[in-house]
């Protein structure tokens, strides 16, 4: 793995803090915005959704904040969390719910383009792209192989 630069690790720990308070609003002050935002095809109980996200961006922010050494794997499991989560920003600009502010169909359509910059920056500010390989590599060794 290659050294990470005080910009890339500035910005992790920015967006593991960011993790913290979302996470920490999905279980206190903003669970019922949250729990709006739950898409209705989803087969799940709307609140456990909103609660178990909200442990899973807990996790996720402390890891990418107190984890430095781990940081290639926290980044894509944060950078898949962002896509897994991705459908539900698409249900509430398709059903036109309104949470957070967003009370319009070009709010919500703006935000969309956002995801994607959530992924980027889980995978730069991680390095988690650029070393990709020391993954592959530890995981190949931990079964085994060559």
């Not at 709006?36 to 799940?44: E, G, N, R």
């Not at 290639?72 to 962002?82: I, S």
Request: net charge positive; glycine share 8%; aromatic share 12%.
């Amino acid at each position: 793995m290659r050294a990470v630069s005080p910009l890339r690790t500035a910005a992790r720990v920015l967006l593991g803090g960011a993790l913290l308070f979302a996470g920490t609003s999905h279980l206190t002050f903003a669970r019922q915005e949250f729990t709006a935002q739950v898409p209705a095809w989803l087969p799940l109980d709307a609140d456990f959704v909103v609660l178990a996200s909200g442990v899973v961006e807990i996790g996720l922010g402390a890891a990418l904040m107190f984890l430095p050494r781990q940081r290639v794997p926290v980044g894509w499991l944060t950078a898949a969390f962002f896509v897994a989560i991705f459908p539900g920003n698409i249900a509430q600009y398709a059903d036109g719910v309104s949470a957070f502010g967003l009370d319009s169909d070009r709010a919500r359509l703006i935000r969309l383009f956002f995801q994607p910059v959530l992924v980027l920056w889980a995978l730069w500010s991680t390095g988690a792209w650029r070393d990709r390989r020391s993954l592959i590599n530890g995981l190949q060794s931990r079964r085994g192989r060559p």
